[in-house]
């Protein structure tokens, strides 16, 4: 049996300007900043690929806001700063990496800049909570149905380790079903995947940790990632932080 060496790439999946305010209310309005689009690769120790998150629709690095009407308000509101280095085909071949090669997509949840390309990975098993699926499944998540009929989405209802390095948290409160996810590498430690149950350092200085539909379990998420993060002393990485973003490693540099 060959074994790989675990590593976790950064990918950069673009970027926006807005109201910071709409993350962190009550603290930051009427402040306006970049933010970016992450996603994660990890490979294995068994040498699966693991990709969270695809980003935004690759189709708006070419035109924006291709899916709104010109009236749209979201065209003021949300300054899209996509490059073609964003598109993900691209962020995977800095990685030596094709859509061919990944075997696992984790859809963490399906807002546009998290869930746009799933279908992009045509050897890949999509997991989602039951409660992303069921609300998305046709509409944000596309069909993917096998010759046999039954959905290749993997679904699951409760925390699950996906890969010796991968587990997966259910993180509710942003909206029902969200995923965050440890990662366990042999040099680097436990690193957690906030996604957006915690955007910023921001929310966890201001005690608001997701612009919520629930916030009173957005809390308690945001608290259980918090604690996870002192327990293991593990690095905490935020779903849309930009001063994080940029001191953390970037491709060709990885976390192992
Ligand atoms: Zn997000």
Known sequence: MTTTRPSLHLLNFGRMR??????????LDGTWGS???????ITGSEGRRVLIDSGPDRRHI???WFDQPPDAPVRQEMQLELVPEDDPEVQLDACGLSPQDIDVVVVTHTHFDH??????FPNAEPVVHRDVYTESIGRQLPRTDSSAGTPRYRIIDSDFQLTPEVTLLVTPGHCPGHL???????????VILSIDAIYS?????????????DP????RSGDRLLALARETGGLLI??????????LRHPPEAYY
Do not use: C
Request: a negative charge.
């Open 115 to 120: 869930a746009g390309n799933v279908a992009l």
């Open 18 to 27: 807005w109201d910071l305010g709409n993350m962190v209310p009550g603290h």
């Open 201 to 213: 350092r921001a929310n966890v200085t201001a005690g608001v940790y997701s612009v919520a539909q």
């Open 216 to 219: 009173d379990q957005a809390k």
């Open 238 to 247: 935020f779903g849309h932080d930009m001063e994080q973003w940029r001191s």
């Open 62 to 64: 070419a035109e924006p």
């Open 35 to 41: 933010i970016p689009f992450p996603g994660f690769l």
């Open 180 to 190: 965050s996810v440890v990662v366990t590498l042999p040099g680097t430690g436990t």
